[in-house]
């Protein structure tokens, strides 16, 4: 029986895995993003004043 779950682990969930993984990293840094531009717009209105 363990011999089936290690490979079920290494066949399906660790690609999985590491596809969530860049996922997550992928929306953490629009996220990032997202953030740096309303701190800027807090503290720089007058750059977006025609937005």
Same mark, same amino acid.
């Given at each position: 029986m363990n011999t089936?779950?290690?490979i079920w682990l290494t066949a399906v969930q660790l690609p999985r895995n590491i596809?969530?993984?860049f996922k997550h990293r992928?929306?953490? !840094? !629009?996220?990032?993003e997202r953030e740096?531009?309303?701190l800027d717009r807090?503290?720089?209105?007058s750059k977006?004043?025609?937005k």
């Open positions: 089936f779950r290690l596809a969530n993984i992928h929306q953490q !840094v !629009v996220l990032n740096a531009e309303r807090i503290r720089n209105p977006y004043r025609g």
